[in-house]
């Protein structure tokens, strides 16, 4: 084992700190192990806390009438029957205990007058279910599972960068990566690693997802040998705002168009007219983003590749009192008034259905010894996730695999960690500073969020995703000849080089299961497959590296058990 | 005609064992533009304003939506999130600068880590054995968390800390965000039970007495969180505290 790096040990490491991750350690650490927590960013600051709506748990405070049954039923309908149905029963069902067990470790629910947690409606969800703090829930969630894994004393790494995992035989050993300030080498031995990365968002140009998304530990896995499911489905909000950019990507909530809001193209024609003469602005959230995307297609969008969304008509204290944190976070963040201007709103990259694949009960990937939770693994959502399910997912799953990972743990003996490979993935960091000549980072990510953004966006063709594949390999080739200045301290363009080979990767997964999936199901619309298809309702895309190839197959979809069949029949 | 651009001028540091020196910048202007986003227009092609390569510059960042408290800094010398300093509202050139109060990492980073020490000293949390499932928690009364929802909207970002006087290497002061955390988990039905430890914890060095009702923390949180009045209660919690402790020694 090379001793050139510094080295820390632990029975389980966990990549990432958000709501997956820190849950996954303070199971672990409940459990009897040693563990480490690596965080890209400091801890506390994850993407979890930009979650606003709440977290999804049939407590039946509110509508008593609810249960685990029917939280499952709208789980599958809502992910279009693709999901892992056991992934979807174990969520129902044990999501009601993960929230009693936040509000035991302090996170301040709203309440109802009787003082349970109050619970509120949500899209696709029959009843009221979505447990909440104000609109920031991400945030008290965050706070408490810190608190609580401060209080357990957790061994936290942050501003830590993971470029890859580390195998003995079959088996996972650990991961290499740099501190991020000082560009440092570091390695880590684990018996097991948990994957709790999140999500994809920055392979895209308009995404609501922050710098951290850059799906490091899909490809991670990916890398080390793992499966990727389903990764065609990608969700993306139809109204994001593309300008200015202090505000790009941040959500406009479909209630500026409840509300009166009027949508123009760039001639000033409400192009709703064509589409929806009846509905108009009203009309179904899938129409309005197709009716968008129609006008960009064909040359009558907004300077920024996107439509206007005009609320300014209507008084500006009516506005106000409608939208009052939409108009606030829009004038603080970017000076854009909404009451005087019109908003320059684009499809938004929001969240990623597919990931590792993993076993339901103990979230364990094909890698022995690797695990994933959260939005990094894929299986619960299907085709499309509801509001609210993505928190939930978090504690329920995130919990699993801490428990499986600790479990695994105590069954295996140290792992040993092969020299040649620390060397390699040495030599892979530090290639970008060898180059003589070659192209910024920022150059080939620009034009990778660009593609993705025009030809594997919220709608797709089969033309569009051949020359995506064919644009991939050219983006493939010059990232590989990016050229980074200066040194290892602190430098974000050597960063960003890093990220760029994970983003290219889940790109490339994302477009191959794309266009294998000939059917229109759940986030994922073919312009030239507007409908469902049965075969395809029968099976999931798998992706896997064989050799340096991606190599795409269709696994058959379990078949669901008869007791649940009955549930779904109803 | 000249487009129209931005001066920055901002301060940096390789390391803390190197003077700081300050660099300008000059960008083109795009609307609606902030210090983070102008930051990041500069890691794109790190030219200073005179033409000089330098390298991108160093600082925490994450949510730009002013919840995740990571870009605390001080813009033309007051302290604020750079996600939601519009440069057009600033007198040009920005300056922008580290925080003054905490150990300077790079540029415009610094180690934040004492607020968890704090936090851990008075120990900011709900004790419960979480081996076993205990089922619902406590039942609170909506006046109950209204109260308290305010206080749990700390996004951690520090800045009450950097704008205290008090908060310096003499007082040892553990700073607002520490104090209403003790509020905030001193009023939970299962909190409660850590109180008199919480207490004795800001009786000692560094404690709520080193507070000099400046006002400074209040006026300055991005989340608008009353903390004098946490200050107060606080305050007030310690001083029944002493008194009890002196009849049950």
Known sequence: ?570 | MPEKTVKLKIKRQASPNVEPHWDEFEIPWKSGMNVISAMMDIATNPVTKDGQQTTPIAYDSNCLEEICGSCAMLINGKARMACSALVDRFEQPITVEPLSKFPLVRDLSVDRSVLFENLKAVKAWVPVDGTYDLGSGPRMTPQQQEQNYPLSNCISCTICMEVCPQFNEETNFVGAATISQVALFNDHPTGAVLKEERLHALMGDGGIHECGYAQNCVESCPKEIPLTRSISRVAGQVMVQSIKDIFSS
């Open chain 1, 1 to 570: 084992m090379s001793d050139r790096f510094e080295t820390h040990e632990h029975d389980v490491l966990i990549i990432g700190a958000g709501g997956a991750g820190l849950r996954a350690a303070i199971e672990a650490l409940a459990h009897g192990a040693k563990v480490g927590v690596v965080c890209k960013s400091l801890l506390g600051k994850a993407h979890t806390v930009m979650a606003e709506g709440g977290i999804a748990a049939a407590m039946a405070n509110v509508d008593s009438a609810d249960g685990w049954i029917p939280h499952f039923r709208d789980t599958m309908r809502g992910g279009k029957m693709l999901n892992n149905w056991r992934m979807a029963q174990l969520h129902a069902q044990e999501s009601i205990d993960r929230v009693k067990e936040l509000e035991q470790w302090g996170a301040l629910f709203d309440r109802t007058s009787d003082g349970n947690i109050l619970q509120r409606a949500f899209g696709g969800h029959t009843f009221k279910r979505l447990c909440h703090v104000g609109d920031r829930t991400g945030l008290e969630m965050i706070r408490t599972l810190q608190d609580r894994g401060v209080e357990m004393g957790v061994d936290v790494y942050m501003e830590c960068t993971i470029t890859k995992l580390l195998k003995d035989g079959d088996r996972i050993a650990g991961a290499f990566g740099y501190w991020r300030e000082q560009g440092r080498f570091v390695q880590f031995k684990a018996k097991s690693v948990i994957i709790c990365t999140g999500g994809i968002g920055k392979s895209w140009k308009i995404t609501s997802n922050s710098w951290e998304c850059t799906g490091d530990g899909m490809a991670l896995a990916y890398d080390a040998g793992a499966e990727l499911l389903d990764m065609e489905f990608v969700q993306f909000h139809p109204t994001g705002m593309v300008w200015p950019p202090g505000v790009q990507g941040i959500l406009v909530t479909e209630a500026v168009r409840g509300e009166g809001g009027l949508l123009t193209n760039k001639l000033g024609e409400r192009f709703m007219q064509k589409y929806d003469p009846k509905k108009m602005e009203l009309s179904t959230r899938d129409v309005v983003a197709r009716s968008i995307y129609t006008e960009v297609k064909e040359g009558r969008g907004s300077e920024h590749g996107g439509a206007f969304l005009d609320i300014s008509h209507k008084p500006a204290e009516y506005v106000k009192q409608k939208l009052p944190s939409m108009y606030h976070q829009f004038k603080e963040l970017a000076d854009v008034d909404i009451t005087k201007q019109p908003m320059e709103v684009g499809p938004t990259c929001h969240y990623m259905m597919g990931g590792i694949r993993v076993e339901a009960e103990t979230a364990q990937t094909t890698v022995p010894g690797l695990f994933a939770a959260g939005e990094a693994a894929a299986g619960l959502h299907g085709a499309n996730r509801l509001g609210g399910n993505s928190l939930s997912d978090l504690v329920v799953f995130g919990r699993r695999a801490g428990l499986a990972a600790a479990e695994h743990a105590k069954k295996v003996s140290a792992p040993n960690i092969d020299a040649s490979e620390i060397e390699r993935a040495e030599r892979e960091m530090l290639a970008p500073f060898d180059q003589s000549a070659g192209e910024s980072p920022y150059a080939v990510h620009r034009d990778l969020q660009d593609m993705m953004q025009s030809l594997v966006g919220i709608f797709r063709v089969e033309d569009d995703l051949k020359t995506a594949l064919a644009e991939l390999d050219k983006l493939k080739e010059r990232a590989t000849k990016v050229r980074v200045e200066g040194s290892r301290m602190f430098n974000p363009g050597w960063h960003l080089a890093r990220d760029l080979q994970c983003m290219l990767t889940v790109s490339e997964a994302v477009t191959r299961s794309a266009l294998a999936r000939k059917e229109s199901r759940g986030a994922h619309s073919r312009i030239d497959y507007p409908g469902l298809d049965e075969q395809w309702g029968k099976q999931n895309n798998i992706t896997k590296r064989e050799g340096e190839t991606m190599m795409l197959k269709q696994v058959a979809r379990p078949p669901l058990p008869d007791d649940l069949k009955k549930i779904l029949d109803e």
